[in-house]
């Protein structure tokens, strides 16, 4: 026996160490809103947009995907415009949630930034990361209080991704030591997709000029409920306006799992990744609350790289899916982003 159970959708967007090479190519060309999406960001890069747009299509890009002049516009442009794609489906979100550079992307869905001036931003913010040492992050498989023997001489906790997955992050020699000392004592570790040392105080000298940069584009109040993974809550309107709060995020620890945990106390989701690699849809599936079936997870994307065809299959079972279990509601003034869902009855 079932009953009628009510779930509000959720669109999640993975930040970086979720990029791989031709990551959603098989929907570019082939699903109009998603291309049109993805060709409005790469013309507000300018002449470097050929080069970017080259580089994602091509099998070996010239410039590797872990590079921040490749990872940054284009895990953006993926993000957001699966995004658009999903939302043109009929789908009204509840709220949005994102990871690192996923909230940035949600931030432009919500309409804090504008899209043109949101790419202008990214890409300053990625020159001026050239001048930053070198390093990275890295995976762990653990919780953050079994790695303070671990932290030091620059490498923090950068990411709290899920009860026992401690992202560490930091300049190159100091994270090399860590992760040295991790396979010695039998810690099971692995190096993420980035040469930079995101959510660190690395990247603290950049965070005056970013404020100033963020100052001028003025930002405004979100449209739609948008969830912070560095506060842990909805984000609030003086901090949506706010060019303190944007400007430090790339220094500051992602907090995804207390965040994702209070997104499920809030009500019963549909829990939509809408991006690369199903990282944050992987996470999730491990939540109490998505194993008893009160909430769920869809994924826009195969796992990893795996050719045109699987791109499109994904794409096309995600909006059966979410098809499944409308009607959406229409529109703004009832924007209550609630499906309709038979659950077991217990």
């Given at each position: 026996?079932?009953?009628?159970?009510?779930?509000?959708?959720?669109?999640?967007?993975?930040?970086?160490?979720?990029?791989?090479?031709?990551?959603?190519?098989?929907?570019?060309?082939?699903?109009?809103?998603?291309?049109?999406?993805?060709?409005?960001?790469?013309?507000?890069?300018?002449?470097?947009?050929?080069?970017?747009?080259?580089?994602?299509?091509?099998?070996?890009?010239?410039?590797?995907?872990?590079?921040?002049?490749?990872?940054?516009?284009?895990?953006?442009?993926?993000?957001?415009?699966?995004?658009?794609?999903?939302?043109?489906?009929?789908?009204?979100?509840?709220?949005?949630?994102?990871?690192?550079?996923?909230?940035?992307?949600?931030?432009?869905?919500?309409?804090?930034?504008?899209?043109?001036?949101?790419?202008?931003?990214?890409?300053?913010?990625?020159?001026?990361?050239?001048?930053?040492?070198?390093?990275?992050?890295?995976?762990?498989?653990?919780?953050?209080?079994?790695?303070?023997?671990?932290?030091?001489?620059?490498?923090?906790?950068?990411?709290?991704?899920?009860?026992?997955?401690?992202?560490?992050?930091?300049?190159?020699?100091?994270?090399?030591?860590?992760?040295?000392?991790?396979?010695?004592?039998?810690?099971?570790?692995?190096?993420?997709?980035?040469?930079?040392?995101?959510?660190?105080?690395?990247?603290?000298?950049?965070?005056?000029?970013?404020?100033?940069?963020?100052?001028?584009?003025?930002?405004?109040?979100?449209?739609?409920?948008?969830?912070?993974?560095?506060?842990?809550?909805?984000?609030?309107?003086?901090?949506a306006v706010s060019p303190a709060f944007w400007a430090v995020q790339p220094t500051a620890p992602v907090l995804f799992w207390p965040t994702l945990e209070q997104v499920l106390r809030d009500g019963d989701r549909l829990l939509v990744e809408a991006g690369p690699s199903q990282s944050l849809a992987v996470l999730a599936r491990g939540h109490e609350a998505v194993r008893t079936?009160?909430?769920?997870?869809?994924?826009?994307?195969?796992?990893?790289?795996?050719?045109?065809?699987?791109?499109?299959?994904?794409?096309?079972?995600?909006?059966?899916?979410?098809?499944?279990?409308?009607?959406?509601?229409?529109?703004?003034?009832?924007?209550?982003?609630?499906?309709?869902?038979?659950?077991?009855?217990?």
């Amino acid at each position: 026996m079932t009953h009628l159970h009510r779930r509000s959708v959720v669109l999640m967007f993975p930040g970086t160490g979720a990029q791989h090479v031709q990551m959603a190519a098989g929907l570019y060309g082939h699903e109009p809103v998603f291309t049109d999406a993805v060709d409005s960001v790469l013309r507000c890069l300018g002449p470097e947009g050929e080069a970017v747009r080259a580089d994602w299509l091509a099998q070996v890009p010239a410039e590797p995907m872990d590079a921040d002049v490749r990872s940054a516009p284009l895990l953006f442009a993926v993000d957001y415009a699966l995004g658009r794609l999903v939302e043109n489906w009929g789908v009204r979100p509840a709220a949005y949630l994102g990871h690192s550079m996923g909230e940035f992307a949600a931030a432009v869905l919500a309409g804090v930034f504008g899209l043109g001036d949101a790419v202008r931003l990214l890409w300053e913010r990625v020159q001026m990361q050239e001048s930053t040492p070198a390093g990275g992050m890295l995976a762990v498989a653990a919780a953050p209080d079994e790695l303070s023997a671990y932290l030091g001489d620059g490498v923090v906790v950068g990411a709290v991704n899920a009860p026992r997955h401690t992202v560490l992050s930091g300049p190159e020699a100091a994270l090399g030591a860590a992760e040295r000392r991790l396979v010695e004592d039998g810690r099971t570790c692995r190096r993420l997709a980035s040469r930079t040392p995101y959510h660190s105080p690395a990247l603290a000298p950049l965070v005056p000029q970013t404020e100033a940069l963020i100052g001028a584009l003025r930002p405004a109040r979100p449209r739609i409920p948008l969830y912070s993974a560095y506060t842990t809550r909805l984000l609030s309107e003086e901090e949506a306006v706010s060019p303190a709060f944007w400007a430090v995020q790339p220094t500051a620890p992602v907090l995804f799992w207390p965040t994702l945990e209070q997104v499920l106390r809030d009500g019963d989701r549909l829990l939509v990744e809408a991006g690369p690699s199903q990282s944050l849809a992987v996470l999730a599936r491990g939540h109490e609350a998505v194993r008893t079936g009160r909430s769920a997870v869809v994924s826009t994307l195969p796992p990893r790289a795996m050719g045109p065809e699987a791109d499109r299959r994904s794409v096309s079972a995600a909006r059966e899916r979410l098809l499944a279990e409308g009607p959406f509601t229409a529109g703004p003034e009832d924007h209550s982003g609630r499906l309709p869902v038979d659950l077991p009855a217990s």
